[in-house]
């Protein structure tokens, strides 16, 4: 299958979802309207949601149903990435070539922006005008909140605060960063999908299996990445996460070591999902490009 | 009805859900939890838990349903404290008499508990421990964020803070604050519980009418506990308002008509629950408490 078409033109449906599902920019507090839409549409990926969807796909389901949800997701990626940005926490000045949140809008309508985000993701989510059975979307809220609450990704996010720039940070404590900070959400999305696509028990542990290893294979490769990578292909400083004492895999466990650890997970992911037809081609495809992309 | 009871019992089941609710201190990452209990037991006097578990009482619900919601309330409107205290925005130091979350945890952390507290209460709210009909869970999931995102208590929050030392703030602009800030939450508060206590259409307009006018009372009492109250009942400097050049309705309209006004709106909110019975007697109580209060 051809991936970079799939990835566009789910990108595109995501993007203009998004558009829809966000008050516009005009509207009052425009402030923090812009600031919303400054950060949603600064060129993210849309690999969660891609995720999403194409995990709803796999089993057979309609991705139309998963749109909400998988706009959600993105939502709180997004927050996530504002806070995290802030002076009081990597204070970052630039995020994928452009200013951050707080650089353009001051640092407390970043704050409220990213607040809104995350609450803006849980209005969605039990949005009146989306179909789908009451009690699978009470499942997928409760997927999403447990996978971007203190047990998740907020958990995560202190855990790796709290370990940068020490010296003693060991494989147990980095793999808690790396399945908390980014594996939760993933793992979410990916679960989401299943549940609004309407998997067996059989299908939604393969896809928690292939979830969970490309979560952390997509963390391995991106630790890889500051490494080998370009500033100018990482729309970010190449060697930045050495240049603040971060633990990373490269510096745990050798650079070989950890594209052989990244390739032997993107080899779960695939296993994970031979219980599935042609329909999860696009999850194979996704495993695959993890570990080869360049940015 | 002895309304002082009522409240402190209430309160003290409220606590104790709370207490269950919450991760302990003791688990990690024990900072981000403990920074997250150390704001919810911080001496809340739980206003919108209880008039949750009043309107669901008025209209003939168990309590005990709403509990969970109740909690969720109360977290959001932590999380909200935590947010406003934070350097960038309100810069205080105090809160209720004690450091606020930033001056004993640090600003990161801080962020990062309202995070987690807000995603918490979602958490709550699609938990699968709770009973209850699935649609109505999600029209409460759904009421709640409406109120607590930018098209209401973060909407406020910014226009707060946008109006803050300008001398030109109108009625018009103080309404969109104080119905947006504090109304918001109060009213989905009222509203949630109406619908988890299986409120009939008519009971849920009136609840409404009364939420919407107690919400306002609410407010307009606080600005004139701002200018009438003694440093030591409030908790916090009297007078602080007009220090930092806040509109308030005092400002606006003077103390007496501010009074005259207040009071007007607790006979808007008694009028709306003339359709109820005796179970609506701590809702009635709470409403003419509102302008009394010292504190």
Chains 1, 2 share one sequence.
Do not use: W
Not at 5 to 29: G, I, S
Not at 50 to 66: H, I, K, N, W, Y
């Amino acid at each position: 299958m051809d991936l970079k078409e799939y990835l566009k033109q789910k990108c595109q449906l995501v993007d203009q979802a998004l558009e829809r599902f966000l008050p516009a920019a005009t509207e009052l507090p425009s402030s923090l309207h812009g600031s919303m839409r400054y950060s949603v549409f600064a060129g993210g990926k849309r690999v969660r949601p891609v995720l999403m969807l194409a995990a709803c796909e796999a089993v057979g389901g309609s991705p139309d149903a998963v749109m909400p949800a998988a706009c959600a997701m993105e939502m709180i990626h997004t927050y996530s990435l504002i806070h995290d940005d802030l002076p009081a926490m990597d204070n970052d000045d630039f995020r994928r070539g452009n200013p951050t949140n707080h650089k353009v809008y001051g640092e407390a309508t970043a704050i409220l922006a990213g607040d809104a985000l995350l609450t803006e993701a849980f209005i969605l989510l039990s949005g009146e005008g989306q179909g789908g059975d009451p009690a699978a979307r009470l499942r997928v809220i409760q997927e999403i909140a447990v996978a971007a609450g203190s047990r998740g990704m907020v958990g995560g996010q202190v855990v790796d605060m709290e370990s940068e720039g020490r010296h003693d940070v060991d494989m147990a404590t980095l793999s808690y960063i790396h399945t908390h900070k980014t594996g939760a959400l993933i793992r979410a999305s990916v679960r989401s999908g299943a549940i609004m696509g309407g998997a067996s028990e059989e299908q939604f542990k393969a896809l928690t299996r292939y979830a969970d290893a490309i979560g952390l294979a997509f963390q391995i490769a991106d630790d890889i990445l500051d490494v080998e990578g370009t500033t100018e292909e990482l729309g970010k400083d190449a060697g930045s996460d050495q240049a603040r004492g971060k633990a990373t895999y490269p510096a745990l466990m050798g650079l070989e070591a950890s594209k052989a650890r990244a390739q032997e997970l993107v080899q779960i992911a695939l296993d994970a999902l031979a219980i599935f037809d042609d329909r999860a081609e696009p999850l194979r495809a996704i495993a695959s490009y993890i570990v080869k992309r360049k940015s």
